[in-house]
């Protein structure tokens, strides 16, 4: 423990936890009830990054960068799942006219 | 003890005992295969060739047989079988017996494809009629010349097919559909007599090859009659009942008539329904350690000579007759068998091959002649239009009659006497076989051949002799019914001058290791012999001269269908209501019963419980198909929920 810098102890890492966690509430709460596909979006990548978070926070705190490569691959990856996403999104408001996602429910039964 | 048997090993000679059945069985193939695409002369060339080579094989493997000491050999080619301790061999066996068989078969086997070449000349399935009698071959080659019981087996079942295909052969026909249908199954119960036989002869010697089987059972500790042997010579002869026509399994015999006649000649009078007697010879040194199913199958072969002769004296079908007649000979060669008259019986098998097959192929070409009419009602005078065929079956009926010097005389007579010499009942009972079987066949020449003729005028226009591929075969058959006897003449002629006697002699080595007293020669003195003779051709003569008086000379016709009978004319005319019996008695139970069952446990049951899973899985998935409602937010929630689910259960349970 004695390697970690003083700067990063002042804040303790329970603040961390409690912050990622309502971070990906907020995320998980926004997926559920928002109807907007790009708010859905956003709301995801909300739990992304709270995730990101915690690696973050836990890979300083125990003095191991592996959870710091790890967010960087997340990032990578999130970055190109956004532009699939989006696309898919252009793709559905040509369509529909609408982001509502409400409306795409044709395929059932 | 010498060894009777030696293995064999030359390479050229094994090559030789092959080609024999492989001939047939190329000639299945190819004609087979060729239906409707080859020529018709092309298919009774490769037909009547591939038997011929075969039978011109078989007379040199018997020559040369017999130049090298006669000694039994078997031919072995490959391990077919080996199962723990049962090795069963793809081998032959070649001695006396099987040399006998062999030529009887191809010989008589090629008469009746060339017979056949000109009979079904009109037929559109010709190739598929050839393929199915070169497989028959094929299958009765395999039967006599295997080393073992289970090589047997396959001959006999192979046999038992192309008896069923045959028989059915014109299958638009229900009713010929129906009667190869009940030779199949009549054939399948005697089947697993013979099957169980086998499996005893395996528990009880632990092999079930020839040579060893019968070397054991030379040194059989056992003693005489004991129950063990008593069960499998009971069980093949099961298997013989069935393949032979016997008491009780007999009905499909005559019903077996409904194939094409060359069929009924080969298969069901010459040859395959011979097969169980070859296989009580084959099996004597068993069967003479087992006196009591001697004394079964003696009565069984009495009686069912008895009835089948009593049922042919009513019957105006002319292969109907001949059927009867074939049943009724096959009963004496089992009464043979049972009196432990072994030489007796097989040469009677001979020479009932030559004249029932004449006697077949005869009825064959009045039936060609007479347009497909079978009814001897409807026959008479022919004797002026058919004259080949007219002698050639006098000379049958003849032999079949029992008058000397043709064939049936020799053999039946040789036959009665080691009756006598057993059972003077039997004898008595076998000489009014005798009596009627004169009678009957004579009935049948006197109907077809001799005074007016009965039929329409449109087939009195068609009369015609048949073509000379027909004839040939009766010439040749004729001869063979008139000299064939000189095989075996009797000891009241001379002293060895018994042929077939003195030739088989050998296969009898082991069972006179096992049983000596049973296969001691006969000896009867010569006047006793004399007499018999005496009795039994003046029996033939009066039933003949009856028969002239009845049907020649009073102009006779029997009654046309629908005419009141007398009772007892009526009950033979029915062949004794036997299959009427076996309807009540054995057939309307299991349909009873398989009705039952297909109520109670299929439809109910089985398809219950299947169609009941089928229902269950269409039922819940209609009901589980309204979660697909295509809101994906509440998709989404599911998610959330069952994820949040599993980590609450993984965090509070695992």
Redesign the interface.
Known sequence: MNQIPEIIRTIPLEYYLFFSTALFAIG?IG??TR?NAIIIFMCVELMLNAVNVLLTALSAYRADANGQVFVFFIMAVAAAEVCVGLAIIVMIYRNIRSTD??L?????? | MQEIVMPFNNQAMALLCLLIPLLPLIGFIVNGLGNRKLAKGMVSLIGCGTVLASFLISVYLFLDFTANGSRAYTVDFYNWISVGDMQIGFSFLIDQLTLLMMLMVTGIGFLIHLYSAGYMSHDENFGKFFAFINLFMFSMLLLVMGSNYVMMFVGWEGVGLCSYLLIGFWNKNTNYNNAAKKAFVMNRIGDLGFLLGIFLIFITFGSVSYPQVFAEAARYTGGIDSTVMIAITLLLFVGAMGKSAQIPLFTWLPDAMAGPTPVSALIHAATMVTAGIYMVLRSNVLYVLAPTTMEVIAIVGIATALLAATIGLAQNDIKKVLAYSTVSQLGYMFLALGVMAFDSSIFHVLTHAFFKALLFLGAGSVIHAMSNEQDIRFMGGLRKYLPITFLTFLIGTLAIAGIPPFAGFFSKDELLAHVWEHNKIMWGLGLLTSFMTSFYMFRLVFLTFFGTFRGTEAQKHHLHESPISMTLPLIVLAILSTIGGFLGIPAVFGENMHVLQNYLAPIYGYAQVANAAAVAPLHIDHATEWMLMGISVAVAVVAIILAYVMYVSKKQVPAAEGTKLSPIHNLIYNKYYIDELYNATIVRPIMWFSSIFHKVFDVVIVDGVVNGVGKFVVQSSRTLRFAQSGAIGFYILIMVVSIALILFLNFFIG
Do not use: G, M
């Open positions: 998980v997926v559920l109807r996602v409400q795409l429910n044709h395929l059932k039964w």
